[in-house]
């Protein structure tokens, strides 16, 4: 067995209504003050009034920070940092989306130690200390709150990533009654994003360990049994606790064995045209996973041996099949967009995004198969 290092948040608290009981986390540590950092749909959706107000009757002091937006800003990030340090919180709760987690773990470190972005892009290049940091996911999802990474939009519009485990979050608490409202296309997309996770972290090239196998396993396994359910049904709580359990055990397998190509040819269609996360690994999943077929075989059987035990005995091309029409399932009875000419994306611009996505090698170095700009081309034609 190769050798592997395994980190992850330490603290899990998966709980109907933990949401309305964050004092009881938060005082245990001892801490008074409580920066909440969340996005305005979400304050106008009604869902902070009651998490803050409970802190509150609880007797912690609570700033609410609730300007995140999506793929956050430089400037969101510095602005919240500084609201932190002015308000002399001692704890940062992240309530939300992708980006209000995000934008927490940067606030917990920013407030508690000052340095310049700039200076901490990229892999294990912050200092800490950070101040304590619970987050609270109202999707399922990007599984930030079990991820040492936080991606920031900068002036330029690149994504950059601080990647450290510093970010590791200290508490995730699940309260699948925060995702209820959530509805159908976002709740498709992110569900999808949240597989994505698990099948790049298994087929993964780099760092697939015993650990991430078995969380990225399960994970796909309550993924791929709840995601109808929750598209069709948002107030079943049950598939909806089943989404955020099976998103962050997807987080905790690829914080560790890194996601690849699906990832890399999605991250153009998120910067050249503003297509969400979730939606372009959706786009592009179905193509890559035929792409990687002839060298994720085996892999691919494993995962579909798990998601039904009536191919336990079918041979490896036959399952393997058998689970990328599974997954093309998934895609097809989503309400989301089907195909790249459906989100604005022209046939004449296909090879300015091949040209992008071979820019991500940090990510396509991760991919089971080496994919050319030729390669990457071909699979932007499939899902045109
Ligand atoms: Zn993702």
Redesign the pocket.
């Known amino acids: 067995m190769p050798s592997f290092h395994f980190e992850t948040t330490p603290r899990i608290v998966c709980e109907r209504g933990a949401a309305l009981r964050l004092a009881q986390i938060l005082q245990a540590g001892g801490h008074r003050r409580a920066f909440l950092v969340t996005d305005p749909g979400l304050v106008a959706a009604g869902l902070i009034d009651a998490p803050a107000a409970a802190l509150r009757a609880a007797g912690l002091h609570v700033a609410v920070y609730d300007r995140v937006q999506a793929d956050p800003p430089e400037h969101v990030v510095l602005e919240a940092a500084q609201a932190a340090r002015d308000d002399r919180a001692d704890c940062v709760i992240g309530l939300g989306g992708g980006s209000s987690l995000d934008t927490a773990k940067l606030v917990a470190l920013l407030a508690a130690n000052p340095q310049p972005l700039a200076d901490i892009y990229g892999p294990q290049r912050a200092r800490g200390p950070r101040l304590p940091l619970i987050q609270v996911p109202t999707t399922a999802g ?2 930030s709150e079990v991820t040492p990474t936080s991606v920031v939009s900068t002036p330029d519009h690149q994504k950059r990533g601080v990647i450290s485990s510093l970010l590791f979050p200290d508490v995730a608490v699940l309260d699948a009654a925060l995702t209820a409202a959530l509805p159908p296309g976002p709740t498709a997309m992110t569900g999808i ?2 597989m ?2 698990a099948i790049e972290a298994y087929t993964t090239r780099h760092k697939k360990n015993p650990m991430s196998d078995m969380l990225a396993m399960r994970a796909l396994q309550l993924l791929h049994g709840h995601l109808g359910g929750a598209v069709r049904q948002g107030g079943d709580l049950d598939s909806r606790e089943a989404m955020l359990l099976g998103s962050l055990l997807a987080g905790m397998a ?1 914080a560790n064995a890194p ?1 690849a190509a699906i ?1 890399a040819l ?1 991250h153009p269609l998120g910067s050249h045209f503003h297509v969400p ?2 939606l372009a ?1 959706s786009l592009v999943m179905v193509p890559i996973l035929r792409f990687n077929l002839p060298v994720a075989e085996a892999a691919y059987a494993e995962l579909a041996r798990a998601l039904d035990p009536g191919l336990r005995d079918a041979a490896d091309a036959e399952a393997a099949l058998a689970f990328i029409a599974a997954m093309q399932a998934h895609v097809t009875a989503s309400p989301i967009a089907q195909r790249l000419r459906d989100v604005g994306v022209g046939e004449s611009d296909l090879p300015a995004l091949a040209e992008a996505a071979m820019t991500v090698d940090r990510l396509l170095m991760n991919n089971p198969r080496d994919l050319t700009r030729d390669d990457a081309l071909a699979i932007y034609t499939q899902a045109f």
């Open positions: 990007t599984g994003d949240a994505v996770h690829f996601v990832h999605a996360h979730g690994n």
